[in-house]
């Protein structure tokens, strides 16, 4: 059976002007540097796993007051290396259909990436190419996704320092043909900018990628699990073999 949840995607959004206009719309901080990263599991080095996402549309014209100018609309989120040859999990609604997409890594180094896949479940891969290795996330074993499951959600809403948000997962969600888990209900409130971080269990591993929370009530979330993103990479991983 199908299931239907209003849900408010926390994804950050700004104008930014280009033309001789400006317009009148508060825009967010850019991400030139990034953060500093706390480290939750020294065994697995978290914080290099983890990047910031700026996506930029094409130019268009807008209208504000009555004066028109072009602008580009910039959406900002995270994202977490799942393969150290660049490859990145993000949200699907964070990329949309930029015409650029910047990378900042936990270095400060900023690369543009590429698209690889978009996925119906709001899960999208891009990758950028270093000339260094990355180290990459580990998934949390599908067998540790239970209700009542102890977890930490990485939030970096509006670029400020990194919050560490506790919680546990209260609902879950299957695909109905194969039974595999998709989403995972949390009892974490969130706020815009925070799409794509990371869900983790108490060893570091990721659980699930940040999605949004419930319009009716703001103190529960949703995160795309871990396994609908590793079934995701596969796919792709067998699509450019084949």
Not at 9 to 29: K, M, R, Y
Not at 182 to 205: A, F, H, R, T, Y
């Amino acid at each position: 059976m199908p299931f239907y949840i209003s849900i408010s995607l926390v994804w950050a959004l700004g104008i930014t002007s280009v033309g001789a206009q400006t317009l009148s719309v508060e825009t967010l901080q850019d991400p030139g540097v990034l953060v500093s990263r706390t480290d939750n599991n020294p065994r697995q080095n978290l914080e290099t796993t983890l990047v910031d996402i700026k996506a930029v549309d094409t130019p268009v014209l807008h209208t504000v007051n009555g004066k028109t100018a072009v602008g580009s609309e910039e959406r900002y989120g995270q994202g977490i290396i799942i393969d150290s040859d660049g490859i990145i999990a993000t949200n699907r609604h964070i990329i949309g259909d930029a015409q650029h997409i910047y990378v900042v890594l936990s270095g400060g180094e900023i690369f543009e990436a590429n698209l690889l896949r978009k996925s119906q479940a709001d899960l999208c891969l891009i990758k950028i190419n270093t000339p260094f290795p990355l180290r990459a996330a580990s998934l949390a074993d599908p067998s540790e996704i239970q209700i009542g499951s102890n977890i930490i959600a990485i939030a970096n809403a509006g670029f400020n320092p990194q919050r560490k948000l506790s919680g546990q997962i209260i609902n879950i969600f299957r695909e109905t043909s194969t039974n595999t888990v998709e989403l995972l209900e949390m009892n974490i409130p969130l706020k815009p900018g925070d799409s794509g971080g990371p869900v983790l269990n108490e060893e570091g591993s990721l659980l699930g990628l940040i999605m949004g929370k419930q319009i009716s009530d703001p103190s529960k979330s949703y995160a795309i699990a871990s396994t609908r993103i590793q079934q995701e990479y596969f796919q792709y991983k067998n699509s450019i073999l084949n």
